[in-house]
């Protein structure tokens, strides 16, 4: 499945995933760097970890806001910056398959397609600013990555569980009314 792969980055869950693909992964794949969504890096055991920049979902956040920062203060010295157009059929992202069905492959997911699926599971789901939806999907599965964008759009609040903490998570978590 991975003869030769190049991604500029590798997003995982936690640190216990990224040391299970470290090994078989990695070796074959050519990556700038790792995004680390939940744990701390202290926690990634693989000789790769010195090879490559490991960021914390954290240092994300860090680096946004210090982007974010740089351009609005570069306006007033007349720093201008230049942003490539993205068209509807431009490629968003390329999501792999898992193989349940045959061999894994690549499957390009434009913005237009996205789009689509955020504009039209409003009419499924109405929900609301500050509405909140608990959700069990991985964040690389298609309707996982679909719902979040439409999640985000319309400003409603995810949280994330798997079936282990299912039933742990409807007592902590109280309706919004």
């Known amino acids: 499945m991975y003869r030769s792969v190049y991604f500029d980055a590798l997003v995982v869950d936690n640190p216990q995933f990224f040391n299970r693909l470290a090994e078989s992964f990695i070796t074959r794949a050519h990556i700038r760097f790792v ?8 926690n990634l055991k693989s000789k790769f970890v010195d090879e490559m920049p490991i960021y914390e979902y954290k240092d994300i956040v860090e680096l946004g806001q210090q ?33 349940t069905s045959g061999i894994p492959k690549g499957v390009m997911l434009t913005h237009q397609n996205l789009l689509h699926q955020i504009k039209n599971l409003w009419d499924i789901v109405p929900a609301e600013a500050g509405d909140r ?23 409603i609040e995810q949280v994330y569980t798997n079936i282990k903490r299912l039933k742990v998570e409807f007592c902590i978590l109280t309706p919004i009314d």
Do not use: C
């Not at 007349?78 to 390329?94: F, M, R, S």
């Open 35 to 42: 995004v680390l969504l939940w744990g701390e890096k202290s």
């Open 133 to 155: 939806f608990l959700s069990m999907l991985p964040t690389w599965h298609a309707y996982e990555r679909a719902t979040e964008y439409f999640i985000f759009t319309y400003g």
């Open 67 to 99: 982007s974010r920062h740089a351009l609005l203060h570069s306006w007033p010295t007349g720093q201008k910056y230049v942003y490539e157009a993205i068209n509807p059929e431009d490629v968003a992202t390329l999501m792999y398959t898992s193989g």
